[in-house]
């Protein structure tokens, strides 16, 4: 069978399409920016609308750059960044608002006097509170991180929203169900690993919790229907393209990083540096609660092929001719992640702040000027601290300079930031996992940096193992997409990840805890402070 892929990548900073074949090798890609915006302090958003010009433009762009046309597109593959959210209506299929961006910290108060009251409706005993109820319901923590406080933030600022959501004349959902919304012309779904981010969403019982809706007074008629991440989520509307593409896979982006690093089996992880930078694990089939401030999320479900009948004798299919007749089970695996807020964005804000370098690929070159940071430690909570600290309390700080502080250090103290912080979310996963990490597989724009992956590599006292092909995202959608549509087999996975290079341990490990006692007295600091 010979076909192409399509797969639309919209992420925090750009939207991106790139076309894979047969052996899921990517082809050609497009790209183009989107604008954050930040009205108020806290304010993180997006033009719902650009993020769709700027996606289906990209896709139109990549199929005319490959001399292809849609009729060669076998299918289309989405994966998006996770826990933003649009707001839209119904009939007219226009956005209320800016697209609320993961980034976004306006609700943290409301979080944070929510997560210490009592769970008196969905509480498993008298004593729990909110936050214990909601890490055990949907394996998250009780932050403005995820989709419901934003989508509760909308509702209680709107009665009149409120009122037509009521009605069901609004809908909402994450970055891919309003690409879905768009792309088909009304299908109002979700894909699982985006419902599992929201807030909302039973990741025992795999559907929308009625009691947490409840809590934060979100009607569910709002909500999209949950599909598994192969699921069937229509076609592309007729003139779109050339011909009505099915949409055959929808994984947001860290699990399809997860599925596209290969990481299929219990105990393999990965680490995507792009804005943020989130390391993901695969603990198997049972969901997991990490006891070390980590989260749990579904990484994927899939639809398992039912048994063919030829392959039975007559025996056994008359004695399983009922159990036949049921639906094919969805199979779900699930990760731990680690989530750190500001990864990438720190070399941005360098860049576009401070005016310290032109390009964000300059950053390894001025890092270099010296051989190491000296006393100077970045720490880069511009939107508070991710895991495993979750405190949006603190502030970015730089330390430790002196007059012979140059902005090479600087540079170098921000790189070095990335790695502490993607260090301190290990160290939580390994508590949690009975697996012991033996390597940690890279992807995103700054796994191409050396000297942060020599220095994770250090720092971790594991091999760091970079793929040839580090925009993995896309690809992992790809793959689940090809797998839907016959285009590729299991052995695709495999065979179409190759390494490009091995980053091994240096370090002594006296100089590494000279490093980690370093960063964790910076964290000391500022959690002293608040």
Known sequence: MTGYILALDQGTTSSRAILYDDHARPIKMAQQPTILKTPQVGFVEQDAQQIWQTQISCAHDVINQAGLLATDVTSIAITNQRESIVIWDKQTGKPLAPAIIWQDRRTASYCKTLAAERASSIASDSHEDMASAVQRITGLRLDSYFSASKIAWLLEHNPKWRARANKNELAVGTIDSWLIYKLTGGEHVIDVTNASR????????MAWSEELCACFAIPMTVLPKVLPSDGDFGKTKKGLFAKQIPIHAVLGDQQAALFGQGCLDAGMAKNTYGTGCFMLMN?????????HKLLTTVAWQRKSAATRPESLSFDQIVQSGRRMLQPPKKEVTYAL????????AIVQWLRDNLGMIQQSSEIEALARQVDHSGDVVLLPAFTGLGAPYWRTDISASITGMSRGTTKAHIARAALEAVAYQSYDVLIAMQKDSPQPLTELRVDGGAANNDLLMQFQADLLDVPVLRPKDTEITAKGAALLAGLKAGLYDEATIKTSWQVDRVFEPKMSADIREAHLHKWQQAINRALSVV
């Open 198 to 205: 929201t807030l909302l969403y039973d990741i025992h019982k």
């Open 283 to 291: 603990i198997g089939k049972e969901p997991k609660l990490s006891e």
């Open 337 to 344: 992640e680690g989530s750190v807020f500001m990864a990438g």
